[in-house]
């Protein structure tokens, strides 16, 4: 069975939400994520199946497909990935390599963990998503980038009263900037 992880961007407080711009790499004077980057292409190089919600796919299908100068290659991995989002409004999803899956969020995430041959299912932002796939106890891997920053607020990307009595620590590395990785495992 293919592994399906959670790769989140959070804050030292546990927020996913930005409600500031402390995930904005793009920025002028942001620090050097060179490292972080190339741990990004790391696990990239290890999944075919980019996993999102409808608003994620949205966001993601409205800014990345457009960037023409991207440096980084997040847009052509974007682009070439097999993209599964998750709606039942969405019709057309309008991006290549896109498919909807329009049943039961857990139905169609097993199924799709049960294909034969992939590498491992990647979801990111997603929050509502990850919150059901959670609770179903479909995930394998829990993937942090932990951001420096103190947001005060914001959507945690573990549902409120869930909890998890052992997570098993796959691996933590500290990054240029203050950004950790830190790897989780369900016990």
């Not at 972080?36 to 966001?59: I, K, M, P, Y």
């Not at 891997?141 to 945690?156: A, D, I, K, N």
Request: glycine share 10%; aromatic share 10%.
């Amino acid at each position: 069975m293919r592994t399906l992880a959670i790769t989140e961007n959070v804050t030292v407080d546990g927020a996913v939400e930005m409600l500031t711009d402390w995930f904005d790499p793009q920025a002028a004077g942001a620090p050097d994520m060179s490292d972080v980057l190339e741990e990004s292409h790391r696990q990239d190089s290890r999944s075919d199946a980019l996993l999102v919600g409808r608003r994620t796919f949205e966001d993601f299908r409205g800014y990345w497909p457009q960037q023409t100068d991207d440096t980084t290659g997040v847009t052509d991995y974007l682009n070439c990935v097999q993209k599964y989002v998750v709606s039942t409004s969405l019709t057309d999803p309008a991006w290549q390599n896109s498919t909807v899956l329009r049943g039961d969020p857990v139905a169609e995430v097993t199924a799709l963990k049960e294909r034969a041959g992939g590498k491992d299912i990647v979801l990111t932002g997603s929050i509502s998503l990850a919150h059901t796939l959670i609770a179903a106890g479909l995930v394998d891997e829990y993937r942090f980038f932990v951001y420096p920053v103190v947001q005060g607020g914001g959507r945690r990307l573990f549902p409120e009263g869930y909890g998890i009595p052992q997570l098993r620590l796959l691996e933590s590395r500290a990054f240029r900037g203050g950004i950790t990785l830190q790897r989780y495992a369900p016990a």
